[in-house]
């Protein structure tokens, strides 16, 4: 009997990284840099978020892009001194673009908003030392477009405020986000596409999701291989969005695609976004949590991913 295409993928994968192992033992030296987005834990104070991550033993962590308005947001000396604190660095920012302020708005507002937030946001990142800011072409949580000239504005709004990218040294990452939550850019290629058509260096790299890749690619190893050196940052969340190792995503072979990737070099990270299942995942960012839920999915899913990074390469 013929091997399922899904099987075929994973034997793939399986030869290379084997061949990778055989052949260059000392790519597999270093191991993947593991992150943890902040965002999902909603309201709670980020001095707990960090105890939090450093008790699992993290010492990377993406902030919540949360300066909506000039007085609104993390204040960057505060914020050093909690992430101090903890032994803590930032590796990115995670922008949030939401229908009043996205880049593919029909309304000027909107589109300002989003140029004016982005600005804010990149300037936030270089200051904490981030090395990305995360950036949505079009608004999460509206699936349906305006119109046909979404992708087109997108872009024209974003090469605006591209300048501000490179002018601190900080990458801009597009993130593909599965249909049901966004207008356009729901795959790597739609992202590569997008980059191309912005054609600014600051705008070169793509921040990945599994959870999005499950629903919009043929298979999340694969999509990985194609973004190559793009990839800059991965969520992480199991195929239900829930922590890893509570559902049915492949973590081996993922784990192997990042390794052929070269992404264990650093200044790539693998950051879990656990958000839990549901139509759209904003709601997450302004409620209270149970903290001792919170606290079980952070150590399960940092263990469940290091002990199957362990596993691959044993």
């Not at 992708?151 to 801009?172: C, I, M, N, P, Y």
């Not at 597009?174 to 600014?200: F, K, L, M, N």
């Not at 784990?255 to 990737?261: D, E, G, P």
Request: aromatic share 8%; hydrophobic share 40%; net charge negative.
């Amino acid at each position: 009997m013929s091997p399922q295409n899904v099987d075929q993928w994973r034997h793939d994968v399986d030869d290379r990284f084997a061949q990778l192992k055989a052949a260059h033992p000392e790519r597999l030296q270093r191991r993947l840099t593991m992150s943890w987005s902040n965002w999902g834990f909603g309201l709670e104070p980020l001095a707990t978020s960090a105890a939090r991550l450093a008790k699992a033993g993290l010492e990377y962590i993406e902030l919540h892009g949360n300066h909506y308005g000039p007085d609104l947001g993390y204040r960057p000396d505060v914020t050093r001194q909690i992430l101090a604190d903890h032994n803590l660095k930032v590796a990115g920012v995670c922008g949030m673009y939401s229908d009043e302020s996205e880049f593919a708005s029909t309304s000027h507002a909107a589109r300002q908003r989003a140029i004016d937030y982005t600005r804010r946001e990149v300037a936030f990142c270089h200051e904490m030392g981030g090395s990305y800011l995360l950036v949505v072409p079009a608004a999460v949580g509206r699936a349906e477009a305006y119109d046909s000239s979404e992708w087109h504005r997108s872009v024209e709004a974003l090469q605006l405020v591209a300048d501000e990218f490179t002018a601190v040294g900080v990458k801009g990452a597009i993130e593909p986000i599965r249909s049901a939550e966004v207008s356009i850019v729901h795959t790597v290629a739609d992202a590569i596409a997008y980059i191309q058509d912005v054609g600014h260096p600051g705008i070169q790299h793509i921040n990945g999701d599994v959870y999005h890749m499950q629903v919009e690619e043929a298979n999340i190893p694969l999509a990985v291989l194609a973004a190559g050196d793009r990839l800059v940052n991965l969520h992480l969340a199991d195929s239900n969005r829930l922590g890893l190792g509570q559902g049915s995503l492949d973590v081996d072979t993922l784990i192997k695609a990042l390794y052929l990737i070269g992404y264990n070099t650093p200044g790539h990270y693998c950051t879990p976004e656990p958000l839990g299942p549901g139509a759209g995942p904003y709601p997450a960012m302004h409620s209270l949590q149970d903290p001792a839920m919170l606290d079980n999915l952070v150590l399960g899913t940092v263990a469940y991913w290091r002990e199957r990074e362990e596993a691959v390469l044993a």
